[in-house]
């Protein structure tokens, strides 16, 4: 794939935008503004305090969190029989004509396949973080250091998008993590079975359709299993719990804008009818026990992805050289600066 | 219990100054050295908008849009609202002709911007607005 070239450079001022040049519709890549903001200035202190980051990141051995992550295997099996339970539960709400219940086949597909990923969100917080965020910001680190290490297409392979997808879709973790997060942090006030409907409706209007496949075959990567997984376990949780309609509709719209934008990405993996992704979206609509399954199966692909990061990376290594590197090109260039102006 | 506890706990300074660094090797063009530096950082403040952005645009630049949209999105979760995060994946979205989907975020965009109190981000808007006028 080739690179394209988005306008991100270096502004003047610690969060300065500059103005672009004149294009067609907002967003053109083409003389956009520059969005990296430049660095504030560094004191001696910071770098004393960087350079103490890096003796302590060696002399502890924890090159990284998603390193980290990968060690406490004990924990990670615990925290998915936690979630599993918690899945069951869920599951088990469900059929007793909870809030899912209502939602369309399309809607009902997304949330299973949320629910069966948030043993694996469960996976990586137990490396220390907490939370579905804190999956998605471990998450986004490794599929960063597997994508240098391996490659885009082969990364996004190792995370379960076949070769023909690759070029089509990207692992939703964002998008997935999105839209649970907007229902998690509303949630408290969504219970009602309008809301549930109108749910429906709006997300069947946006393509849910295409967004329950999309999340079916998401589901396999890694991203979209730590990031919306989680997420989604919370919404259960949370919808549960509350019962205000005006927040409701509100989380409906605001969801369906996020399910449409899954289902849009994942435009072209609709038109790509697999037979082996029909078979997943099957699988990731079956029952608990299916769900225990594919979970497990993506814990492992976690698992070897992180394995593979940690024995064959460096990532931590290069990144502290890097600094290293870069903390004595700029102490020249001050000492440069200050020849200067002496 | 803060659900984006840091992974290694470092001051505010520190952050800045390995963003410092990052910034520095990504002028120079080292995709894979700044990157490596970004993904340090954010395992410091996963919450800092400047390293989702920074670490998606080395993606970017090093012909890795797929995973450089990724790096945009976990941005807009994990930093939210993001407005930088939203608009350079606007941008790559429209670069790679996934316009429906780049209209859509960027109409986020502008409700984001319409709510908020922040002038940089309306600034960040509103900039880009001039670009259709």
Not at chain 1, 92 to 117: E, I, N, P, Q
């Amino acid at each position: 794939m080739s690179a394209v070239a988005v306008s991100i450079g270096r502004v003047s001022g610690a969060m300065g935008v500059q103005a672009g040049g004149v294009t067609n519709v907002p967003g053109s890549a083409e003389g956009g503004a520059s969005l990296l903001p430049s660095p504030a200035e560094i004191g001696g202190d910071a770098m004393l305090g960087m350079y103490a980051l890096m003796a302590a990141d060696r002399q502890a051995g924890k090159t990284s969190a998603f390193a980290r992550a990968a060690a406490s295997q004990r924990e990670r099996k615990a925290a998915i029989a936690e979630e599993l339970k918690r899945l069951q539960e869920a599951a088990k709400a469900r059929d007793s004509g909870g809030f899912w219940g209502g939602l369309k086949k399309a809607c009902s597909t997304l949330a299973k396949a949320g629910l069966v990923v948030a043993a694996v969100g469960s996976t990586v917080v137990s490396g220390g973080l907490t939370g579905p965020l804190a999956a998605v910001a471990i998450a986004g680190v490794a599929l960063s250091a597997g994508a240098f290490l391996q490659g885009e297409t082969k990364i996004l392979q190792e995370l379960g998008v076949s070769d023909k997808v690759a070029g089509w879709i990207e692992t939703g973790m964002s998008l997935g993590a999105s839209a649970c997060m907007v229902v998690t942090t509303c949630g408290a006030g969504a219970a009602s079975g309008a809301g549930a409907e109108a749910l429906g409706q709006s997300a069947a209007a946006k393509g849910a359709s295409a967004a329950g496949r999309a999340a079916s075959n998401a589901a396999g990567a890694l991203g979209n299993a730590v990031g919306g997984g989680a997420g989604v376990a919370g919404a259960t949780a949370a919808v549960g719990q509350g019962a205000s309609a005006s927040s409701a509709v509100q989380v409906t719209a605001r969801l369906a804008a996020s399910v449409g934008g899954v289902g849009t990405m994942a435009g072209g993996v609709c038109a790509i009818q697999e037979s082996r992704y029909e078979a997943r979206a099957t699988e990731l609509t079956a029952d608990a026990e299916s769900a225990h399954l594919a979970s497990e199966r993506l814990a492992r692909m976690l698992q070897r992805l992180l394995d593979d990061l940690e024995s064959d990376d460096g990532s931590a290594e290069r990144a502290m050289g890097s600094l290293k590197e870069a903390i004595g090109i700029r102490g020249n260039s001050l000492m440069a600066a200050s020849a200067v102006r002496v | 219990m803060n659900p984006l506890q840091p992974a290694v706990e470092t001051g505010a300074e520190v952050v800045e100054a390995i963003y410092a660094a990052g910034h520095l090797l990504h002028a120079r063009e080292r995709w894979a050295d700044a990157a490596a530096v970004f993904r340090l950082m954010l395992t410091a403040s996963p919450t800092d908008e400047r390293g989702w952005l920074a670490l998606g645009d080395c993606h970017q630049k090093a012909g890795q849009a797929l995973i450089a949209l990724e790096m945009y999105g976990a941005g807009t979760v994990a930093a939210a609202p993001a407005a930088r995060c939203r608009l350079a994946r606007v941008r790559l979205l429209r670069e790679l002709g996934r316009d429906d989907e780049a209209d859509a975020w960027w109409d986020e965009l502008l409700e984001i911007a319409e709510q908020s109190d922040d002038e940089t981000t309306r600034g960040l808007v509103a900039a880009e607005s001039e670009c259709v006028s």
